[in-house]
């Protein structure tokens, strides 16, 4: 008599699974997909299971990022590494383009981009005829992402209408468009930040180096942690302290990465993998919650830049 033996999955292993049945369900009804790839964490796990999904083959999108032309060099330089190494194409499209173009007009030259990013997004978009957009964002991030679809709807202007989204019943997705219209699919929406930590510690991802304890000059500015003086990969030199304030080298590191001029640093000594998850395991703040200044400028923040298109 043969012995079965029952397997039992991981709630990775169930996340993963998912995960992979959405990147392929977007490649089976999208004609002209792009995945977004910036060369943070959360695209580094989609890159990995965009690789389960699709390989030996090459993948059916290519990548692209959306560059402020202030993110950190690490990140910059780690994004261009790994896009080489997977031997896919990856396209850059810059804030500082369409600033040249007219499309984007700062109110000051230290505004934050991060929100203008939705119109490169949207140039991009038209420029390549994108019918649909893979994503890293996840639920528990903030509370406008909490209430969006896997599969989420953006009209001809490239807005989302919170109220005018399609059911998403028995995991069944629909990711058909009209020429002009988008979708916006997020495969590790049910992921959490847990959970991230934990596929990249399974996987043995690498990943840039700021998101690791580092030393670091910063500033205390607003509450939060600023760092100050930090070098572009132009060369450039960016975050200038404000008179008055102190410079204090600190052990810091990212628990999310974006424009430099918004993305704030958390007190740590968490120099790999594991004790990132130990950390992560006991804090009380989301990640966006501690680092992202640009979500707290209103409780609404977030919902009215994915309103004018943004990621």
């Not at 089976?28 to 699709?54: H, M, T, W």
């Not at 990013?117 to 038209?126: G, K, P, Y």
């Not at 599969?151 to 468009?177: I, T």
């Not at 968490?270 to 130990?278: Q, R, T």
């Amino acid at each position: 008599m043969t012995s079965l033996t029952k397997e039992t999955l991981s709630h990775l292993d169930w996340l993963e699974s998912e995960a992979i049945y959405i990147l392929r369900e977007v490649a089976g009804q999208c004609s002209n997909p792009v995945l977004l790839f910036s060369g943070g964490k959360d695209s580094l796990c989609i890159l990995r299971l965009a690789e389960k999904a699709f390989r030996p083959g090459r993948f059916p999108f290519p990548l692209m990022h959306i560059d402020t032309g202030h993110n950190y060099k690490e990140v910059i330089d780690f994004r261009d590494q790994r896009a080489a190494e997977l031997g896919e194409r990856l396209i850059v499209r810059s804030v500082e383009d369409s600033m040249k173009r007219g499309s984007v007009v700062l109110k000051s030259a230290d505004e934050p981009r991060n929100k203008h990013q939705s119109v490169t997004l949207l140039e991009a978009i038209e420029e390549f005829g994108f019918d649909c957009c893979i994503g890293g964002a996840r639920r528990d991030e903030e509370k406008a992402r909490a209430k969006e679809r896997i599969m989420s709807f953006r009209d001809e202007f490239g807005q989302w209408d919170p109220k005018n989204q399609r059911p998403e019943l028995w995991n069944l997705y629909n990711a058909r468009s009209h020429k002009g219209e988008n979708i916006r699919a997020f495969p590790i929406s049910n992921w959490t930040e847990m959970d991230v930590w934990q596929y990249i510690e399974r996987e043995k991802l690498q990943l840039p180096s700021i998101y690791f304890a580092h030393q670091r000059d910063i500033v205390m500015r607003g509450g939060a942690i600023m760092p100050v003086n930090v070098p572009l990969a132009s060369g450039e030199v960016i975050n200038q302290p404000k008179p008055g304030e102190e410079i204090i080298n600190m052990q810091v590191r990212f628990r999310t990465v974006g424009d430099i001029t918004c993305t704030a640093p958390v007190i740590s000594d968490s120099d790999n993998v594991a004790k990132i998850v130990l950390e992560t395991a006991t804090t009380t703040i989301t990640e966006r919650g501690a680092t992202r200044l640009d979500d707290q400028t209103s409780d609404a923040s977030m919902e009215q830049r994915k309103k004018e298109g943004y990621f």
